[in-house]
C-alpha cells in the first residue's frame, strides 16, 4: 500500500473535487435526495439508504445522471421531462429540481463549512509552489466554495456551469478534471486528483493523472481502491507533502 504522500518534485497542481472533499455538504446532499425519493418511492420500492444508495449511484455524478442511475437500479423509468417541470413531478427533471430546492434552501440557513484539514492541506501546497484547482458537477459549485470561504486558495474552478457551456460528460468521465488541467496548461500527469467518490476515483484513473487520492472519510476504502485510488485516507490530515514546485524557467 503506498504511503499517503504527494511529491511535488513530479506533481505541480492538485486539483480537488468540492463535496465531502472541500466542502462538508456531502450529508446535507444525502439527505435532501433522501427527502426526495422516500416521497417518490412511497409505494413502489423500498426507501432511499442515506448512505449505500447515495455513495453507489449518486455522490459525484451530476444530479440528473444520480437520478437516472438510481431508478436504473430500482428497476423503475419516469420520463426525462423539462427544466420547466414543478419540483417534485415524477420526472427526471422534477426530481432533481425538487431536490436542489431542498439543498438549496440547507445552504441558504445553515450556511457551508470547509473542512479544517483541507483548508491546511490547501495552505501548506501554495506555499510548496503546487498550483490548485476546484472542481464541482453542480451548478452551484462556484456559490458553495465561495460561500465556504476558500475560493481565494484556488486558481480556478469548473462546476456545472461549465459542463454545461461546454457539453462536459460528467464523471466517471474525466472530462472536467482535464478541463482543470487544461486550464491549468498542465499534462493530466503532472496533476494530482482529489475526490471522495468513486465516480470521481474512477474519472481520475481514466484520466491518467499523476496520483488518484480518495477520502474516505464513511468508509469503503477497498471500494475506492479498486475503482482506481493509489493513495486513500479518512482524512486530508493523513496526507503529507514532500518536496516543492520547481520554479519555471524561461
Known sequence: ?????????????????????VTDTARGHAAAWK?????????RSAPFDIRDDYLRHVDGRPRLDGIRAFLTARGI??????????????TVHGLGLAKDQIFMAQVEKYGVAAFPSTVVLLHELRRRG?????????????????SAGVMHLFDLLVDGN????????GKPDPALFLEA??????????????????????????????????V????????????GAEVVVSDLAELAIQGKVPPVTS
Not at 504511503?3 to 497542481?13: R, W
Not at 461549465?162 to 460528460?169: F, K, S
Open 130 to 146: 503546487a498550483r490548485t484547482a476546484a472542481v464541482s458537477a453542480s451548478l452551484h459549485g462556484r456559490k458553495l466554495v465561495t
Open 77 to 90: 423509468t419516469v420520463p426525462e421531462g423539462s427544466p420547466d417541470d414543478e419540483p417534485g413531478a415524477a
Open 162 to 169: 461549465d459542463a454545461a457551456l461546454m457539453n462536459l460528460p
Open 216 to 227: 474516505a472519510r464513511e468508509g469503503g476504502a477497498a471500494e475506492l481502491r479498486a475503482a
Open 181 to 214: 488541467a487544461r486550464r491549468l496548461a498542465l499534462p493530466a500527469v503532472k496533476v494530482a486528483v482529489v475526490d471522495a467518490a468513486l465516480p470521481g476515483v474512477e474519472a481520475g484513473r481514466k484520466g491518467a493523472f499523476g496520483l488518484v487520492v480518495a
Open 35 to 43: 427527502h426526495v425519493f422516500d416521497a417518490f418511492l412511497r409505494g
Open 1 to 21: 500500500m503506498n504511503e499517503p504522500v504527494i511529491d511535488l518534485t513530479s506533481i505541480s497542481a492538485v486539483v480537488f473535487d468540492t463535496d465531502g472533499v
